[in-house]
Protein backbone atom coordinates (compact mmCIF):
# COMPACT_ATOMS: atom_id res chain seq x y z
CA UNK A 1 0.00 0.00 0.00
CA UNK A 2 1.45 3.29 -0.94
CA UNK A 3 1.61 6.77 1.07
CA UNK A 4 3.14 9.86 1.05
CA UNK A 5 6.40 10.56 3.41
CA UNK A 6 8.34 13.82 3.51
CA UNK A 7 11.92 13.12 4.44
CA UNK A 8 14.08 16.51 5.14
CA UNK A 9 11.42 18.38 3.53
CA UNK A 10 11.41 16.25 0.41
CA UNK A 11 8.05 13.93 -0.58
CA UNK A 12 7.77 10.63 -2.03
CA UNK A 13 5.69 7.78 -2.08
CA UNK A 14 6.68 4.94 0.01
CA UNK A 15 5.34 1.24 0.78
CA UNK A 16 3.90 0.58 4.04
CA UNK A 17 5.03 -2.45 5.15
CA UNK A 18 4.63 -4.55 8.15
CA UNK A 19 6.47 -7.07 7.19
CA UNK A 20 9.74 -5.45 7.93
CA UNK A 21 11.06 -2.19 10.35
CA UNK A 22 13.54 -0.17 8.55
CA UNK A 23 13.11 3.46 6.59
CA UNK A 24 14.49 4.26 3.53
CA UNK A 25 14.67 5.96 0.76
CA UNK A 26 16.18 5.84 -2.97
CA UNK A 27 19.21 8.45 -3.25
CA UNK A 28 19.89 10.44 -6.09
CA UNK A 29 23.22 8.24 -6.02
CA UNK A 30 20.87 4.71 -7.27
CA UNK A 31 21.54 4.52 -10.81
CA UNK A 32 20.30 1.48 -10.86
CA UNK A 33 17.18 0.38 -13.48
CA UNK A 34 15.21 -0.18 -9.97
CA UNK A 35 16.04 3.27 -9.68
CA UNK A 36 14.95 4.83 -12.72
CA UNK A 37 11.78 7.25 -13.51
CA UNK A 38 10.92 7.82 -9.42
CA UNK A 39 11.70 10.45 -6.93
CA UNK A 40 15.03 10.56 -5.62
CA UNK A 41 16.07 12.12 -2.15
CA UNK A 42 18.51 14.40 -2.54
CA UNK A 43 20.91 15.23 0.06
CA UNK A 44 22.29 18.74 -1.05
CA UNK A 45 18.13 19.85 -0.72
CA UNK A 46 18.17 18.94 3.01
CA UNK A 47 19.70 20.90 5.84
CA UNK A 48 18.86 18.39 8.27
CA UNK A 49 20.05 15.38 7.45
CA UNK A 50 23.03 13.71 9.19
CA UNK A 51 25.20 10.59 7.31
CA UNK A 52 26.78 8.32 9.27
CA UNK A 53 29.55 5.65 7.70
CA UNK A 54 27.05 2.67 8.76
CA UNK A 55 26.32 0.45 6.04
CA UNK A 56 22.89 -0.54 5.35
CA UNK A 57 21.88 -3.93 3.59
CA UNK A 58 18.51 -5.10 3.59
CA UNK A 59 17.39 -8.52 1.75
CA UNK A 60 13.96 -9.62 1.36
CA UNK A 61 12.01 -12.41 0.16
CA UNK A 62 12.25 -10.83 -2.74
CA UNK A 63 14.67 -8.11 -3.79
CA UNK A 64 17.47 -6.37 -1.83
CA UNK A 65 18.56 -2.55 -1.03
CA UNK A 66 22.39 -1.12 -0.10
CA UNK A 67 23.07 1.90 1.08
CA UNK A 68 23.91 4.09 3.95
CA UNK A 69 22.23 5.44 7.34
CA UNK A 70 21.85 8.64 8.26
CA UNK A 71 19.04 10.67 10.41
CA UNK A 72 16.88 12.91 8.87
CA UNK A 73 13.49 15.16 9.74
CA UNK A 74 10.22 12.19 9.04
CA UNK A 75 7.04 13.56 8.64
CA UNK A 76 3.27 11.28 8.19
CA UNK A 77 0.78 12.96 8.26
CA UNK A 78 0.31 15.59 11.32
CA UNK A 79 3.15 13.61 12.74
CA UNK A 80 7.21 14.91 12.51
CA UNK A 81 9.56 12.90 14.06
CA UNK A 82 13.40 14.62 14.01
CA UNK A 83 16.10 13.00 13.94
CA UNK A 84 14.75 9.77 12.49
CA UNK A 85 17.25 6.65 11.74
CA UNK A 86 16.79 5.84 8.34
CA UNK A 87 18.86 4.70 5.00
CA UNK A 88 19.77 6.59 1.85
CA UNK A 89 19.77 3.20 -0.89
CA UNK A 90 22.46 3.40 -2.97
CA UNK A 91 21.89 0.05 -5.05
CA UNK A 92 18.30 -1.95 -5.11
CA UNK A 93 17.28 -4.88 -6.86
CA UNK A 94 14.19 -6.83 -7.77
CA UNK A 95 12.13 -4.19 -6.17
CA UNK A 96 10.29 -3.27 -9.18
CA UNK A 97 10.34 0.61 -7.78
CA UNK A 98 10.58 1.97 -11.20
CA UNK A 99 6.99 0.08 -12.09
CA UNK A 100 4.87 0.93 -8.45
CA UNK A 101 6.25 4.70 -8.84
CA UNK A 102 7.03 4.27 -5.25
CA UNK A 103 10.64 5.41 -3.53
CA UNK A 104 10.84 3.31 -0.66
CA UNK A 105 9.52 1.43 2.18
CA UNK A 106 7.96 2.47 5.76
CA UNK A 107 8.44 -0.60 7.83
CA UNK A 108 6.34 -0.50 11.07
CA UNK A 109 7.48 -4.11 12.37
CA UNK A 110 9.07 -4.32 15.93
CA UNK A 111 12.48 -3.15 16.50
CA UNK A 112 14.46 -6.69 16.70
CA UNK A 113 13.56 -6.84 13.03
CA UNK A 114 15.24 -4.18 11.88
CA UNK A 115 18.74 -4.57 9.80
CA UNK A 116 19.48 -1.27 11.18
CA UNK A 117 21.34 -1.84 14.42
CA UNK A 118 19.27 -0.45 17.07
CA UNK A 119 23.17 1.15 17.80
CA UNK A 120 22.15 3.49 15.34
CA UNK A 121 18.83 4.97 16.51
CA UNK A 122 15.30 3.99 17.69
CA UNK A 123 13.52 2.32 14.34
CA UNK A 124 10.31 4.97 13.11
CA UNK A 125 7.62 2.38 14.93
CA UNK A 126 8.79 3.13 18.40
CA UNK A 127 9.15 6.88 17.86
CA UNK A 128 5.59 6.81 16.66
CA UNK A 129 4.20 5.16 19.45
CA UNK A 130 6.60 7.44 22.02
CA UNK A 131 3.62 9.86 20.62
CA UNK A 132 0.75 8.01 22.26
CA UNK A 133 -0.84 7.06 25.49
CA UNK A 134 -2.07 3.76 26.04
CA UNK A 135 -5.68 4.30 24.15
CA UNK A 136 -4.30 5.54 21.13
CA UNK A 137 -0.93 3.74 20.82
CA UNK A 138 -1.89 1.72 17.78
CA UNK A 139 -1.94 1.87 14.04
CA UNK A 140 -4.78 0.65 11.39
CA UNK A 141 -5.13 -0.73 8.17
CA UNK A 142 -7.45 -1.79 5.01
CA UNK A 143 -5.80 -2.74 2.29
CA UNK A 144 -8.35 -2.05 -0.81
CA UNK A 145 -9.01 -3.25 -4.10
CA UNK A 146 -8.27 -0.27 -5.68
CA UNK A 147 -3.99 0.51 -5.24
CA UNK A 148 -3.54 3.74 -6.51
CA UNK A 149 -1.31 6.84 -5.83
CA UNK A 150 -4.11 9.01 -7.06
CA UNK A 151 -5.79 8.89 -3.17
CA UNK A 152 -9.27 9.86 -4.99
CA UNK A 153 -9.30 6.80 -6.14
CA UNK A 154 -7.67 4.38 -3.83
CA UNK A 155 -10.05 2.34 -1.35
CA UNK A 156 -7.05 1.90 1.20
CA UNK A 157 -6.57 3.66 4.58
CA UNK A 158 -4.30 3.53 6.89
CA UNK A 159 -4.44 5.73 10.92
CA UNK A 160 -2.08 5.96 13.20
CA UNK A 161 -3.68 6.85 16.84
CA UNK A 162 -6.93 6.83 15.52
CA UNK A 163 -9.47 4.40 13.76
CA UNK A 164 -10.46 5.74 10.16
CA UNK A 165 -14.60 6.61 10.92
CA UNK A 166 -15.78 5.48 7.33
CA UNK A 167 -15.18 2.06 8.69
CA UNK A 168 -15.75 1.67 12.28
CA UNK A 169 -15.13 3.76 15.38
CA UNK A 170 -15.20 0.81 17.69
CA UNK A 171 -12.73 -1.27 18.75
CA UNK A 172 -14.89 -3.48 20.25
CA UNK A 173 -15.98 -4.77 16.96
CA UNK A 174 -11.98 -6.52 16.83
CA UNK A 175 -11.23 -9.64 17.96
CA UNK A 176 -7.74 -9.25 19.37
CA UNK A 177 -5.25 -11.42 20.28
CA UNK A 178 -1.55 -10.80 21.86
CA UNK A 179 1.33 -10.85 19.13
CA UNK A 180 2.87 -14.36 19.29
CA UNK A 181 6.39 -14.18 21.23
CA UNK A 182 9.06 -17.82 20.73
CA UNK A 183 9.89 -16.01 24.52
CA UNK A 184 8.06 -13.32 27.14
CA UNK A 185 8.77 -9.93 25.71
CA UNK A 186 10.92 -10.62 22.67
CA UNK A 187 8.41 -9.66 19.91
CA UNK A 188 9.96 -9.17 15.87
CA UNK A 189 6.91 -10.06 13.61
CA UNK A 190 3.01 -9.04 13.59
CA UNK A 191 2.32 -12.79 14.61
CA UNK A 192 -0.95 -14.90 14.77
CA UNK A 193 -1.13 -18.38 15.91
CA UNK A 194 -3.62 -20.31 12.90
CA UNK A 195 -6.07 -22.64 14.00
CA UNK A 196 -7.37 -23.75 10.82
CA UNK A 197 -8.16 -23.25 7.44
CA UNK A 198 -11.33 -24.82 5.54
CA UNK A 199 -12.04 -25.28 1.64
CA UNK A 200 -15.78 -25.29 1.49
CA UNK A 201 -16.38 -26.11 4.98
CA UNK A 202 -13.69 -29.62 4.83
CA UNK A 203 -11.01 -28.98 6.80
CA UNK A 204 -6.89 -28.76 5.10
CA UNK A 205 -4.96 -30.61 7.66
CA UNK A 206 -1.16 -28.20 8.23
CA UNK A 207 2.34 -29.03 9.30
CA UNK A 208 3.10 -28.47 12.42
CA UNK A 209 4.71 -25.43 12.76
CA UNK A 210 9.18 -24.69 12.69
CA UNK A 211 8.47 -21.80 15.07
CA UNK A 212 10.19 -22.44 18.27
CA UNK A 213 7.15 -22.79 21.26
CA UNK A 214 4.50 -22.17 18.82
CA UNK A 215 1.13 -24.72 19.34
CA UNK A 216 0.30 -24.53 16.19
CA UNK A 217 1.40 -22.78 12.46
CA UNK A 218 1.91 -19.05 12.73
CA UNK A 219 1.10 -16.55 10.24
CA UNK A 220 3.10 -13.32 9.68
CA UNK A 221 0.48 -10.21 8.53
CA UNK A 222 2.93 -8.24 5.64
CA UNK A 223 1.48 -5.73 3.82
CA UNK A 224 4.41 -5.96 2.16
CA UNK A 225 3.68 -9.22 0.74
CA UNK A 226 1.08 -9.55 -2.29
CA UNK A 227 -0.04 -13.23 -1.99
CA UNK A 228 -0.19 -15.66 1.04
CA UNK A 229 3.13 -18.00 1.26
CA UNK A 230 3.31 -21.40 3.29
CA UNK A 231 4.89 -24.47 3.27
CA UNK A 232 5.24 -26.66 -0.17
CA UNK A 233 3.02 -29.57 1.30
CA UNK A 234 0.04 -27.88 2.70
CA UNK A 235 0.27 -25.87 -0.36
CA UNK A 236 0.21 -28.46 -3.04
CA UNK A 237 -2.51 -29.96 -0.27
CA UNK A 238 -4.84 -27.01 -0.83
CA UNK A 239 -4.24 -27.09 -4.67
CA UNK A 240 -5.12 -30.39 -5.22
CA UNK A 241 -8.34 -30.04 -3.12
CA UNK A 242 -9.88 -27.36 -5.09
CA UNK A 243 -7.98 -29.00 -8.25
CA UNK A 244 -10.97 -31.50 -8.95
CA UNK A 245 -12.30 -31.15 -12.77
CA UNK A 246 -9.04 -30.03 -13.73
CA UNK A 247 -9.12 -26.50 -12.65
CA UNK A 248 -5.69 -26.11 -10.91
CA UNK A 249 -2.35 -27.21 -12.57
CA UNK A 250 1.30 -26.07 -11.30
CA UNK A 251 2.97 -24.42 -13.69
CA UNK A 252 6.80 -26.17 -13.73
CA UNK A 253 8.46 -23.19 -15.39
CA UNK A 254 6.91 -20.47 -13.66
CA UNK A 255 7.15 -22.55 -10.22
CA UNK A 256 3.54 -21.36 -9.27
CA UNK A 257 0.09 -23.26 -8.86
CA UNK A 258 -2.36 -22.02 -11.55
CA UNK A 259 -6.41 -22.19 -11.17
CA UNK A 260 -9.09 -21.58 -13.67
CA UNK A 261 -10.45 -17.92 -13.12
CA UNK A 262 -13.95 -19.27 -12.91
CA UNK A 263 -13.33 -21.52 -9.87
CA UNK A 264 -15.60 -20.35 -6.73
CA UNK A 265 -14.20 -21.99 -3.43
CA UNK A 266 -15.24 -20.68 -0.07
CA UNK A 267 -11.93 -19.90 1.58
CA UNK A 268 -11.86 -19.49 5.92
CA UNK A 269 -8.75 -18.56 7.75
CA UNK A 270 -9.39 -19.18 11.25
CA UNK A 271 -6.95 -17.15 13.60
CA UNK A 272 -6.16 -16.35 17.43
CA UNK A 273 -5.49 -18.25 20.46
CA UNK A 274 -7.46 -21.70 20.74
CA UNK A 275 -10.00 -19.96 23.13
CA UNK A 276 -11.05 -17.04 20.57
CA UNK A 277 -10.18 -17.68 17.64
CA UNK A 278 -12.18 -16.17 14.53
CA UNK A 279 -12.76 -17.60 11.42
CA UNK A 280 -12.08 -14.91 8.59
CA UNK A 281 -13.23 -15.67 4.77
CA UNK A 282 -11.39 -15.11 1.56
CA UNK A 283 -13.26 -13.24 -1.06
CA UNK A 284 -13.05 -16.20 -4.22
CA UNK A 285 -11.06 -13.48 -7.04
CA UNK A 286 -8.32 -13.90 -3.86
CA UNK A 287 -7.72 -17.27 -4.52
CA UNK A 288 -8.17 -17.11 -8.41
CA UNK A 289 -6.02 -14.05 -8.28
CA UNK A 290 -6.69 -12.23 -12.14
CA UNK A 291 -4.37 -9.45 -10.91
CA UNK A 292 -1.09 -11.47 -12.25
CA UNK A 293 -0.33 -12.50 -15.55
CA UNK A 294 -3.96 -14.24 -16.64
CA UNK A 295 -3.85 -16.80 -19.99
CA UNK A 296 -6.65 -18.58 -21.95
CA UNK A 297 -8.74 -18.38 -18.91
CA UNK A 298 -5.65 -19.49 -16.00
CA UNK A 299 -5.33 -16.72 -13.58
CA UNK A 300 -2.15 -17.30 -10.60
CA UNK A 301 -3.35 -19.18 -7.74
CA UNK A 302 -3.50 -16.60 -4.56
CA UNK A 303 -1.63 -19.29 -2.25
CA UNK A 304 1.71 -19.92 -3.24
CA UNK A 305 4.51 -22.04 -1.62
CA UNK A 306 7.63 -20.59 -0.38
CA UNK A 307 9.67 -22.72 2.12
CA UNK A 308 12.32 -19.68 2.35
CA UNK A 309 9.59 -17.67 5.40
CA UNK A 310 11.96 -17.58 8.10
CA UNK A 311 9.83 -14.78 10.43
CA UNK A 312 7.01 -17.65 10.62
CA UNK A 313 5.47 -20.75 8.99
CA UNK A 314 3.28 -18.59 6.67
CA UNK A 315 3.26 -15.05 5.13
CA UNK A 316 -0.43 -13.59 5.11
CA UNK A 317 -0.13 -10.82 2.30
CA UNK A 318 -2.55 -8.61 0.60
CA UNK A 319 -4.51 -11.68 -0.57
CA UNK A 320 -5.60 -11.82 2.73
CA UNK A 321 -5.19 -8.68 4.25
CA UNK A 322 -7.56 -7.18 1.99
CA UNK A 323 -10.60 -8.86 3.47
CA UNK A 324 -10.00 -7.40 7.19
CA UNK A 325 -9.40 -4.08 9.26
CA UNK A 326 -6.51 -4.72 10.70
CA UNK A 327 -5.20 -2.50 14.17
CA UNK A 328 -1.79 -3.52 15.43
CA UNK A 329 -1.62 -2.29 19.04
CA UNK A 330 1.97 -1.58 20.75
CA UNK A 331 2.51 -2.54 23.78
CA UNK A 332 0.46 -0.72 27.36
CA UNK A 333 0.96 -0.95 30.41
CA UNK A 334 -0.88 -3.41 30.94
CA UNK A 335 -0.85 -5.32 28.11
CA UNK A 336 1.52 -7.01 25.66
CA UNK A 337 1.59 -6.16 21.72
CA UNK A 338 -1.92 -7.20 20.17
CA UNK A 339 -3.34 -7.52 16.61
CA UNK A 340 -7.11 -6.80 16.30
CA UNK A 341 -9.06 -7.88 13.33
CA UNK A 342 -12.28 -6.87 12.23
CA UNK A 343 -13.68 -9.04 9.55
CA UNK A 344 -14.83 -7.17 6.04
CA UNK A 345 -15.79 -10.08 3.82
CA UNK A 346 -19.40 -11.56 3.39
CA UNK A 347 -19.28 -14.77 2.07
CA UNK A 348 -22.07 -15.07 0.53
CA UNK A 349 -21.46 -11.33 -1.07
CA UNK A 350 -18.39 -11.95 -2.28
CA UNK A 351 -19.65 -15.40 -4.24
CA UNK A 352 -22.32 -13.59 -6.06
CA UNK A 353 -19.57 -10.76 -6.86
CA UNK A 354 -17.32 -13.10 -8.20
CA UNK A 355 -19.86 -15.19 -10.57
CA UNK A 356 -21.27 -12.57 -11.93
CA UNK A 357 -17.53 -11.00 -12.74
CA UNK A 358 -16.16 -14.31 -13.58
CA UNK A 359 -19.25 -16.46 -14.76
CA UNK A 360 -20.48 -20.19 -13.14
CA UNK A 361 -18.27 -22.13 -11.86
CA UNK A 362 -18.39 -25.76 -13.94
CA UNK A 363 -15.89 -27.80 -11.49
CA UNK A 364 -17.14 -30.34 -9.22
CA UNK A 365 -17.16 -29.29 -5.71
CA UNK A 366 -13.27 -29.36 -3.89
CA UNK A 367 -12.34 -32.70 -2.21
CA UNK A 368 -10.01 -32.52 1.13
CA UNK A 369 -7.42 -35.44 1.29
CA UNK A 370 -8.13 -38.19 3.70
CA UNK A 371 -6.76 -37.03 7.09
CA UNK A 372 -3.65 -37.66 8.33
CA UNK A 373 -2.58 -37.92 4.80
CA UNK A 374 -0.65 -34.77 2.79
CA UNK A 375 -0.08 -33.85 -0.78
CA UNK A 376 3.86 -35.18 -0.49
CA UNK A 377 2.24 -38.70 0.34
CA UNK A 378 -0.15 -38.64 -1.87
CA UNK A 379 2.12 -38.07 -4.61
CA UNK A 380 4.84 -40.74 -2.99
CA UNK A 381 1.26 -43.29 -3.20
CA UNK A 382 0.83 -42.59 -7.16
CA UNK A 383 4.41 -43.35 -7.47
CA UNK A 384 4.32 -46.43 -5.72
CA UNK A 385 1.56 -47.51 -7.89
CA UNK A 386 3.06 -46.50 -10.94
CA UNK A 387 6.31 -48.69 -9.45
CA UNK A 388 4.13 -51.38 -8.91
CA UNK A 389 2.36 -51.10 -11.88
CA UNK A 390 5.16 -51.06 -13.92
CA UNK A 391 6.59 -54.61 -11.96
CA UNK A 392 3.62 -55.70 -12.58
CA UNK A 393 3.52 -55.46 -16.32
CA UNK A 394 7.27 -56.78 -16.67
CA UNK A 395 6.47 -59.68 -14.01
CA UNK A 396 3.29 -60.32 -16.72
CA UNK A 397 5.45 -60.46 -20.03
CA UNK A 398 8.48 -62.64 -18.46
CA UNK A 399 5.61 -64.74 -17.41
CA UNK A 400 4.09 -64.87 -21.40
CA UNK A 401 7.68 -65.26 -22.56
CA UNK A 402 9.04 -68.40 -20.18
CA UNK A 403 5.18 -69.71 -20.86
CA UNK A 404 5.57 -69.32 -24.57
CA UNK A 405 9.39 -70.89 -24.72
CA UNK A 406 7.73 -73.77 -22.75
CA UNK A 407 5.35 -74.44 -25.13
CA UNK A 408 7.31 -74.25 -28.00
CA UNK A 409 9.93 -76.57 -26.58
CA UNK A 410 7.30 -79.24 -26.05
CA UNK A 411 5.57 -78.83 -29.25
CA UNK A 412 9.19 -79.36 -30.64
CA UNK A 413 9.95 -82.61 -28.60
CA UNK A 414 6.88 -83.86 -30.06
CA UNK A 415 8.22 -83.56 -33.39
CA UNK A 416 11.03 -85.32 -32.57
CA UNK A 417 9.54 -88.42 -31.14
Given at each position: ??????????????????????????????????????????????????????????????????????????????????????????????????????????????????????TSGTPILDNLFAHFDDQHRF???????????????????????????????????????????????????????????????????????????????????????????????????????????????????????????????????????????????????????????????????????????????????????????????????????????????????????????????????????????????????????????????????????????????????????
Amino acid sequence: MPLICSIGGQEFWITFDTGSSDLWVVSSDCTDPDCLGITRYSSSSSSTLTLSDQSFKLTYLVGSVLGTVGTETVTLGPYEISSQTFALANQTSGLGLSNTGNSGILGLSFPPAASIPLTSGTPILDNLFAHFDDQHRFFAFKLGRNESQDISYSDSSLTIGELDSSLTNDTSQFVFTPVFASTPDEYDFWKLPIQQITINAQVLPLSRSLVRGAPSPIAVLDTGTTLILGPTGDVDAFWYAIGTGGSTKYNQETQTWQVRCDRAVDVRIKLGNSDTAKEYPLHPEDVSWAEGETQDGWCTGGIQANNGVDSGDWLFGAVFLRNVYVVHQGTTSSNPPMIGLLNTTDPSTALAEFTSSRGQDPAPPPSILRPGSSATEVRDTVATCVVCGVCGFLIGVIGIVVYRLRQRRRTQGQVHI
